[in-house]
């Protein structure tokens, strides 16, 4: 596609976590860079429209991104730009290469409901739309639905880190064995599907986090005051023989009082009435790392922290199993790691592991349910 001189809408995906108003995580900005450069070099004149999400602010703002970019890529010339109406003005007057970042695009009525009359406004600004933002392509939202969707086949594509995501995950769907799947998290009933499916593709099952908790609880076990999704019910799963021949059961995990806030490991039957469970232990991580070293498994993929990995307390778990893939990745060549998930991949990169056998998805949720679909997202078929 010709790019020199065309209005592109480039669907990024900067949706990093902040501290104190400043970026804490910056891989998916990184991430973004390749198409950005793409860009600028071809000449293009780029509309960006993103997303970022916070807890405790009703209307986040991208200025902390944009600041961000200003600063560490001064080579790009960048405007911040705080409503769809300044869009129009500002892109006449920007040169060949150079960028638009709207604000907040979710700050907009009709992003969530993939408005149609939002998606014209931008469709009568430009030639052409990009997508480059695979942690969102599984929403059914205004920038991956209906806006590409307005483009004819010839004036739309994937960003070179979407194609990237698309690419190495497809590879997942591939009959390549042994095959191990680790899933972690809170909801239990989003993953359930995933889980239903890959009890009859996967060799090998690990579920940690609060996930776990549901199913210590239907093994008649007491989990006290533990994080449960109480929306589902395991009794089928865990009667199936494909759950008794596959999934890992740890057999120890750490606990928290929440009257004296003291700290244990114990047996998993043995969690008190007050107790918490937030993290795993290391034996009990090794021991399944070991499963996979001694039957050769050559696919693993790894989505969600093993524990409450916002608090530093419990992070070990996590970390002691992103170590053990690690090693278990750079020194065996058949075998592959996909991973996915915020802290999942904040606990990769507290190795600064380069390895072209371990990809790191800019996607949880989008990761999950593109296994699950079989690729079919979205956000892939309206630019597919």
Not at 349 to 361: A, H, M, Q
């Amino acid at each position: 596609m010709e790019i020199k001189n065309k209005k592109v809408l480039l669907r990024a995906d900067f949706n990093v976590p902040l501290k104190d108003n400043e970026i804490s995580d910056n891989y998916r900005i990184v991430s973004t860079i390749p198409t950005l450069e793409f860009l600028r070099n071809g000449g293009a004149k780029t509309i960006i429209i993103s997303h970022i999400e916070t807890k405790d602010i009703e209307k986040p703002t991208l200025k902390p991104v944009f600041d961000y970019i200003k600063k560490n890529y001064t080579d790009f010339n960048i405007e911040f730009i705080n409503n769809v109406e300044m869009l129009e003005p500002a892109l006449i007057n920007l040169n060949e290469g150079g960028f638009l970042l709207l604000e907040n695009i979710r700050n907009f009525d009709g992003e969530k409901n993939n408005d149609t009359v939002l998606a014209g406004n931008f469709k009568t600004l430009t030639d052409a739309y990009i997508n480059d933002a695979f942690a969102v392509s599984h929403r059914n939202h205004m920038s991956v639905c209906a806006l590409p969707m307005m483009y004819d086949k010839d004036h739309k594509m994937f960003g070179l880190q979407m194609q990237k995501e698309i690419d190495n995950l497809s590879k997942i769907l591939s009959a390549e064995k042994p095959f191990a799947v680790i899933l972690s998290g809170a909801k239990f009933s989003t993953k359930l599907p995933l889980i239903d499916k890959y009890l009859g593709i996967a060799d090998k099952i690990f579920i940690g986090g609060a996930l776990f908790n549901n199913i210590l609880k239907s093994l008649g076990h007491n989990v006290g005051k533990s994080l449960i999704d109480t929306e589902v019910d395991l009794s089928t799963l865990i009667k199936s023989e494909n759950f008794t021949n596959k999934v890992f059961i740890p057999h120890e995990v750490v606990v928290k009082d929440l009257i004296t806030n003291s700290v244990r490991t114990c047996k998993i039957n043995e969690v008190a009435e007050n107790e918490c469970i937030l993290d795993m232990v290391d034996s009990d991580i090794l021991d399944f790392v070991e499963i996979l070293k001694k039957d050769n498994y050559k696919k693993i993929v790894w989505n969600g922290p093993l524990g409450n990995y916002e608090d530093d307390a419990f992070k070990v778990g996590t970390l002691t199993l992103a170590k053990g893939l690690v090693d278990y990745i750079v020194n065996n060549e058949n075998s592959r790691l996909f991973i996915g998930g915020g802290d999942t991949v904040a606990a990769i990169n507290t190795l600064d592991v380069k390895n072209e056998r371990i990809f790191v998805s800019t996607g949880g949720g989008a990761m999950l349910e593109f296994l699950e679909k079989d690729g079919k997202l979205p956000g892939v078929i309206s630019v597919q």
